[in-house]
């Protein structure tokens, strides 16, 4: 097939669209576009093209979403949009060739091409190695998906990890819990660790110590680190975060590393280092000696998503997964930074 492919990481504030040349090509032509202006997937596509494009005609294309692809549907989790199907966006688009993945699993695609320059270690200062990989990421949601190194190549696991229970251990957390599952029948860990995550926990805490707390967005609570509560909300968000992220290591054995995503830690990952996520990931009797030796890094590069949705092109078109993994994630070329 002639033509670029267009490639699109899609979450439930804004859709991030741009054009690539094969696997290995730098994104051109990105552009964010806001969810809640566009009445669905298709319409936003068409949109991106006729304002950036208009003048290319893409051959392929591989839109990641933020929520669950099954059964030949799509629905984004956190967005006003209807169902759909892949085959309804192709031919609103008049595109020979459209898949639609979950964004984490894009995301997990793009896991054994980052390098150094795209990673910040976070605790163990470990590099990533061999095997199975992990990535956990808050941002409108709360994303989770593995990566499996087999015969055939790299194959990710998509999923809805978000939605397992918050893993709450001080009397503070199981407060915290007790509040949420109060006010929305539920203690899910996407309710607290996401960017509404944020305002709960800092609005919860404030109803704990029996203050009348400003309702502060998910940004404030980020800027305000001079304020105790908000500095204790982000100190526990974090903790929170380090205690899922050593459950996702255990469940998946992903010894290969777990990889922190989303578009929140990146504006605190000074909070981050300094937090207790690396500690409450480890402390988990009596696994400790084995949860130390799994590094965990923040992912900094810009685009990660967009890269791992034209690797599942590449793959699409050949017809099979990526070429055989040959035993490390080094196999893999690293992904050039912008």
């Known amino acids: 097939m002639s033509g670029p492919w267009l490639v699109a990481d899609v979450g439930g504030t804004n859709a991030r669209f741009a054009l690539v040349d094969g696997p290995d090509g730098d994104p051109s032509r990105v552009h964010s576009l806001p969810t809640r202006d566009h009445a669905g997937l298709a319409e936003a596509a068409a949109a991106y093209l006729d304002r950036y494009a208009a003048d290319v005609r893409p051959s392929a294309a591989c839109l990641a979403v933020a929520g669950p692809v099954t059964a030949g549907t799509f629905h984004l989790t956190n967005a006003g949009w209807p169902k759909g199907t892949p085959e ?41 190695g061999d095997g199975i990989m992990a ?103 974090c903790a929170l975060l380090g205690s899922l ?12 590393g777990v990889f922190l995503g989303g578009g929140i830690l990146p504006r605190i990952a000074d909070v981050l280092r300094d937090s207790a996520f690396r500690d409450r990931f480890e402390r988990k009797p009596p696994v400790e000696d084995y949860l130390r030796g799994i590094p965990t890094s923040l992912i900094v590069h810009p685009r990660p998503a967009l890269a791992g949705a034209a690797t599942r092109i590449a793959q699409s078109l050949r017809g099979r997964r990526p070429e055989p993994v040959p035993g490390t994630p080094s196999g893999s070329e690293p992904l050039e930074l912008a």
Do not use: K
Request: contains cysteine; aromatic residues 2%; proline residues 8%.
């Open 88 to 128: 309804a966006v192709r031919a609103h688009l008049g595109l020979p060739h459209l898949e639609i993945i979950n964004d984490f699993e894009a995301l997990a695609l793009a896991l054994p091409r980052l390098d150094a320059t795209g990673l910040v270690p976070i605790g163990s200062g470990l590099p990533p």
């Open 135 to 237: 990535v956990v990421g808050p941002g409108t949601g709360l994303g989770v998906a593995g990566l499996v190194p087999t015969a055939s190549g790299w194959t990710p696991l998509p999923g809805e990890g978000g939605q397992v229970d918050i893993p709450a251990a001080t009397d503070r957390e199981i407060e915290v819990a007790r509040l949420l599952r109060a006010e929305r029948g539920s203690a899910t860990a996407e309710l607290l660790l996401s960017g509404d995550g944020l305002a709960r926990i800092h609005r919860y805490l404030a109803e704990i110590d029996g203050a009348d707390a400003e309702p502060l967005t998910a940004q404030q609570v980020c800027e305000r680190r001079d304020d105790p509560r908000c500095d204790e909300t982000l100190r526990m968000f």
């Open 245 to 256: 992220a050593g459950n996702v290591a255990l469940t998946l054995g992903a010894q290969g």
